[in-house]
């Protein structure tokens, strides 16, 4: 049964593109509708798969940024210039095309469902977008857990999901900090999330919150270890990963 499962999962199929709406000037909203999707955990992601007429493929990861509630999946493609996959996604995809994809995939870097203690989520760059998905979740299920979320963005443009992130759910307490100029009128964090940010603004480290950190490989490891100084459990912190593109 659970080989089966997991072929379902694993097995590519054409899922019609409903929207692609740019966010950023550099990140895209694609909504998507698979006809056999089996649901998935905030957290996962989907592989997508490109393939040109010689037969060559590329293909791509991408966090699952909408909750299981939802029927449509939504993720974000930041758009890489000199990319295989990205381009094509955000400038030639259009409603009613359809999309090769995969998933849901992993089963790690997931929402921490049946427990009841704080969840401190930290983002850097398009690393929020599998926390949109939680946040999400967090509202349609009326989970009563406490919530967290630190995020590090370049500029207030480059902020992803902010019509979300400026109306989180009851519970949820949202803090972005901008790295790279402010405008007038920004009343949130500026600069880095440094060891003196993580404790000023995130779940202490006594109340052994769950901890996930996604977004840049430097940017992972540099909080991570930042973390474990503060006095938090390494066994408490989850981190996924990216290259070099989405840094601050």
């Known amino acids: 049964m659970a080989a089966a499962a997991l072929r379902r999962r694993l097995t ?28 998935h955990v905030p957290g996962q992601h989907l592989d997508v798969r490109l393939t040109a007429s010689d037969g060559y493929t590329a293909q791509r990861s ?13 993720i974000v493609v930041e758009r890489v210039d000199d990319g295989e996959v990205s381009p094509y996604l955000t400038d030639v ?18 929402w921490p469902d049946g427990s009841d203690d704080a969840v401190q989520l930290i983002a850097g760059g398009s690393g929020v977008a599998p926390f949109l998905a939680m946040l999400a979740h967090h509202r349609a299920a009326a989970s009563p857990v406490p919530v967290r979320l630190l995020y590090s963005a370049r500029t207030a443009g480059d ?16 803090q972005v900090t901008l790295t790279r100029g402010t405008p007038e009128g920004w009343t949130g964090l500026t600069g880095r999330i440094d060891a003196a940010v993580l404790a000023a603004h995130t779940v202490p480290a006594a109340q052994r919150p769950h901890v ?20 938090h459990d390494s066994g ?13």
Do not use: M, N
């Open 236 to 248: 408490q912190i989850k981190t996924e990963r990216f290259g070099a593109t989405g840094g601050q």
């Open 212 to 231: 996930l950190v996604c977004g840049p490989t430097s940017f992972v490891e540099t909080v991570a270890r930042d973390l474990v100084a503060l006095g």
């Open 12 to 39: 590519w199929q054409r899922a019609e593109v409903l929207a692609v709406r740019r966010e950023t000037p550099r990140a895209y909203r694609l909504t998507l509708a698979p006809p056999d999707w089996p649901g």
């Open 62 to 74: 991408y966090s699952i940024a909408s909750a299981p509630q939802r029927a449509e999946l939504e």
């Open 93 to 110: 995809l259009r409603s009613g095309d359809l999309l090769e994809l995969r998933g849901p995939i992993g089963g790690y870097f997931v």
């Open 159 to 174: 902020i992803i999901g902010r019509e979300d992130l400026e109306h989180p759910p009851p519970g949820v307490t949202v």
